[in-house]
């Protein structure tokens, strides 16, 4: 019951300031979440044995905001009609 008035307060509190992130940024940062948490648990559930034990969710964190950095970055690129520089 604690937790519950705990994150209804912070809710609260932030409600103002997330309101102005863009929704796209937030869809993309909970994606982003959303899939590290679900690849680390769905593998654990597999019985595969991470490096570093949960600090491999950090390593998966970074792989996919560079890769989706990277897929952002192509895409604006193409959008524009700039070329990579040969």
Known sequence: MGAIVVVGAVGFALHNTVRRVPRSLLQLVVGILLTTFGTFWSLE?????????????LGLL????????????LERNRALGLRPAA
Do not use: K
């Open 45 to 57: 559930g597999l019985g595969i044995s991470w490096p570093a034990s949960d600090g491999a969710i």
């Open 62 to 73: 970074v792989l996919y905001v560079l890769t989706a950095l990277t897929y952002i970055t």
